[in-house]
């Protein structure tokens, strides 16, 4: 079992070239501070940890070096919201600095200020993918379901969309969507191809420029 301080010291010094005692320790310690992980407990092991403080050990852990590709799945789940926001800082820096990130998240909070595309998946398939801006912004999503995630925020309608998720092993036919979607119709008992930005039979209508304007 090692140490956050250990595990880190050997990323660093992998991933970075950085050689030496004291210099391995200098920059373990600057990685920890980066994710806000507290040098008082560097030296403890991962199941001595709570949730947020693993949480954030492995967000140091991750950047360190400069990854081709950066997986973060959940990245400020049993973060409180100062600590969101830092996460979400030093991914949206890994961002610009040219990396690419795919973040896996039910905060959408976060996903606005990171992500230049987003994919919603709904029962294990993507529904729709745009751009971030359309997403968030104007004309918004398309997809039922999309929408109904963007209108459940607080600081929209804060309306929950009705009922629950099929169970992964006993999908419809057809959308999986359609028992909670109130733009079902007989047509959705067929599945909705994909067609490269929805999986859809009645997408909600993107609004006209007069609509966008107004
Ligand atoms: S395919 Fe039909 S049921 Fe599924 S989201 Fe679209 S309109 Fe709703």
Do not use: N, W
Not at 17 to 33: F, I, K, M, Q, S
Not at 38 to 45: A, G
Not at 55 to 80: F, K, N, S, V, Y
Not at 138 to 144: A, C, E, F, V
């Amino acid at each position: 079992m090692r140490t956050i301080r250990s595990q880190l010291e050997e990323t660093v010094g992998r991933l970075t070239g950085v050689r030496g005692r004291a210099a391995l320790r200098t920059a373990a310690e600057r990685a920890a501070a980066r994710a806000e992980f507290p040098t008082d407990h560097l030296d403890r092991h991962p199941h001595e940890l709570s949730g947020g403080l693993a949480q954030r050990a492995a967000t140091a852990l991750a950047l360190i070096g400069e990854a081709p590709l950066l997986l973060a799945d959940e990245p400020t789940t049993g973060l409180d919201r100062d600590l969101v926001d830092r996460t979400v800082d030093e991914l949206r820096r890994h961002v610009d600095a040219g990396r690419p990130l795919l973040m896996i998240t039910h905060d959408l909070a976060a996903a606005r200020r990171i992500a230049d595309r987003v994919a919603v998946m709904y029962a294990g398939r993507i529904v729709e993918l745009t751009a971030a801006d359309t997403f968030f912004g104007t004309p918004g999503p398309r997809h039922p379901y999309s929408r109904g995630l963007l209108e459940a925020l607080p600081d929209r309608s804060f309306t929950p969309i009705p009922g629950q998720p099929p169970e992964l092993g006993d999908l419809p036919d057809g959308c999986a969507f359609a028992a909670r979607c109130d733009r079902a119709t007989d047509a959705c008992t067929a599945l909705p191809p994909f067609t490269g930005s929805l999986a859809c039979h009645h997408p909600v209508p993107a609004p006209t420029r007069k609509e966008i304007r107004a």
